[in-house]
């Protein structure tokens, strides 16, 4: 059966990632392609590298363009998603690759976001290890999904398996992130300018103020925190795409290293994008270019009594164009994989 698809926001990072997979899916076929200032463009020239979609042109992305598909994927600007949604069909399987339907609790959509609250829908990272199972059985079926945050759904994949395995203490936990300025958009500002980021190192959003804390911090309370407490700072760094995240936390007294790193196993043994690397092993983010996986080393420090995790994805895949696809794919019954490879391109 072939599906029909819209794509919102196909001119930007996340739609054109979107393009590039759906365009090798076998079951989607995409019918619309909307775009804000490039609207009436072909998207060929939007999107060069999308040679297969050529005969597409960008619309303006407006609830009667959206109408009528099968899957709508939205891939637009914090807050301008949630205006669209109420206007498509209930029968319509919309995923949103944007904030405004990540988090449960309208204090902290408030507090980190402001604006109009539009609540919260099935959030869309399967294999995240949830009390009970995994997010997986939570989309299948669901008509709206909420695509992650690329570093909030690479911090909780880090760290939940501990969380739920109970050998990690949910407090006082730390994330260092190293990330491409692809993050951020298309959009032309002063921090994301190659002159300013090449040959730099550049930390932003410093001091518990980034938008994507209270949506890793959701997570790990789904895994069995009840309070968890996280420190969390991203810094951009010269790639274009790909996030390295160095997340550590407290042992549980008397864990020893052979738990911690069983329960890592444990949880993801199964998953067909998750990986948990030999001992000994860490993983690059030219590793995963361009796939849908997750690869995550792990070791104690034994000296100061922490987990290190270590992981790497490339945000625009399984950060978030792979997540929606994967999730798209639970919720409409087809086999999870379908249209995700992972491989990756080297060098």
């Given amino acids: 059966m072939s599906f029909s698809v819209a794509v919102a926001g196909a001119s930007g990072y996340a739609g ?81 690759c944007g904030a405004d339907h990540r988090l449960e609790s309208e204090s902290d959509w408030a507090a980190f976001y402001g604006g109009d609250y539009f609540g919260a829908w099935t959030y869309g990272v399967p294999e995240l290890p949830v009390v009970g199972g995994t997010q997986r059985s939570r989309l299948a079926g669901s008509r709206r999904v909420a695509a992650p945050g690329c570093n909030a759904s690479t911090v909780a994949l880090a760290l939940a398996p501990g969380i739920r395995a109970g050998v990690i203490e949910p407090e006082d936990l730390a994330a260092v992130l190293a990330v491409g300025p692809s993050g951020a958009g298309k959009s032309l500002t002063l921090p994301n300018l190659a002159s300013e980021i090449l040959g730099s190192a550049n930390p932003y959003a410093v001091g518990g103020v980034h938008r994507h804390i209270p949506e890793i911090q959701q997570s790990l309370r789904w895994a069995g925190a009840s309070n968890p407490t996280i420190s969390f700072t991203p810094v951009i760094v010269p790639m274009s795409r790909g996030i390295l995240c160095t997340a550590t936390a407290r042992l549980v007294p008397g864990t020893s290293g052979a738990a911690v790193r069983a329960a890592w196993e444990a949880t993801y043994a199964d998953e067909p994008f998750v990986h948990v690397l030999p001992e000994g092993r860490f993983p690059r983010t030219g590793d995963v270019l361009g796939a849908n996986t997750a690869l995550i080393g ?50």
């Fill in 298 to 347: 792990l070791a104690v420090d034994e000296a100061v009594g922490r987990v290190v995790t270590i992981t790497a994805v490339d945000n625009l895949t399984k950060g978030t164009a792979g997540a929606a696809i994967q999730s798209a794919n639970l919720a409409l019954g087809l086999p999870e994989t379908t249209g995700l490879s992972t491989n990756g391109v080297a060098p």
């Fill in 16 to 96: 054109g990632e979107l393009l590039r997979l759906l365009a090798g899916h076998p079951d989607f076929e995409v019918r619309t392609v909307t775009a804000h200032s490039t609207a009436g463009q072909r998207l060929i020239d939007a999107q060069p590298h999308l040679r297969s979609l050529a005969h597409l042109t960008l619309v303006d992305t407006t609830p009667e363009t959206l109408a009528g598909h099968d899957v709508v994927f939205l891939a637009l600007p914090h807050g301008a998603s949630g205006a669209l949604t109420a206007h498509l069909s209930a029968d319509t399987l919309v995923v949103d």
